[in-house]
């Protein structure tokens, strides 16, 4: 339990600095696009090619990747019909359902559930391997249904190349260069390696940074005024993460992924949201509204969700 806490104490206590740091004037927000640019093109594939070739496909570790995929996709789609039924019951304007829906579905599984999964696991561990297979498959999803989950109801009509653009991004192609190179076990030269072990080591501080810095730019006492958003972060922190764990803890499903799939389910909604309603015309205001306040509430709930996963640690 003490190796936990130490390890998770560190997540808030930098996301403060990048707080601190911002309302000092050491970062720019106007910086803000920049880190995330290093964090998505740089730090994130590096740590992705990097965790992919110092894995083997030893005994079981297929079988664990389907369970995590297969079990990812059922999750998601509860958790669509979830926000689909919230969006009509709290009687939310028609044209921001998508918001909310998109922010209820998804996770920031790649912006700050790696990070957190290289805190507590390591990078050469097999259960971050895992939480990377995860975090692929929900960027094919966030770049395409997601999409269409969040432009609902937009009069803006998406164009072919559109629709496939998005997912020609660094993430995907990294993993398909790890993928390439472990199943051709193909060992990179050191200084390669180093390099890669470097830029990826960058990416949990960073990612840290970069909340502090988006929590340091949005007016608390007008945003917490909207009872919307605390019902969001009930669902999306405690409520789905929570019944998740009690159904996955009482089927014959292999630690690994109940680990993987709780975490996932326990993260606040995904910063992408801000950056599509932004593309395609949507409320950004609103979107970033929610990611505020579910990334604030999750610096308290996060590591409470970990500290009840313990248990099921090797």
Known sequence: ????????????????????????????????????????????????????????????????????????????????????????????????????????????????????????????????????????????????????????????????????EPLLNMSIFSALIGLFLMLLHIQLPTPVNDTLSLLGNMMAPLAMLIVGVQLAQNPIRSIFSETRYYWVALMRLIAIPGALFLVLTNLPIPSPVVVILVLTAALPSPALSVIFAEEYGKNAKLAAEIVFVTTLLSIITLPFVLTILTPFFN
């Not at 707080?19 to 992705?48: E, F």
């Not at 570790?61 to 998601?76: D, H, K, T």
């Not at 579905?105 to 559930?113: A, E, I, K, R």
């Open 1 to 164: 339990m003490d190796w936990l806490i130490f390890k998770i104490i560190g997540i808030p206590t930098v996301i403060l600095i990048g707080y601190i740091a911002t309302k000092l004037g050491w970062i720019q927000p106007v910086s803000l696009k920049t880190l995330n640019k290093l964090l998505i093109n740089i730090a994130q594939p590096s740590l992705i090619i990097y965790t992919m070739t110092h894995q083997t496909m030893g005994e079981g570790i297929g079988q664990l990747i389907l369970w995590v995929i297969g079990l990812l996709a059922v999750f998601y789609a509860v958790s669509a019909f979830i926000g689909w039924l919230f969006a009509r019951i709290t009687h939310v304007p028609v044209e921001d359902r998508g918001i909310y829906e998109f922010s209820l579905t998804y996770t920031n599984n790649g912006f700050l559930g790696l990070p957190i999964a290289l805190i507590v696991f390591g990078a050469a561990s097999e259960w971050f391997f895992l939480m990377v297979m995860g975090n692929i498959f929900c960027v094919f999803l966030f770049f395409s249904t997601g999409i269409l989950t969040i432009t609902k109801n937009s009069s803006r009509k998406r164009t072919r190349k559109e629709l496939f």
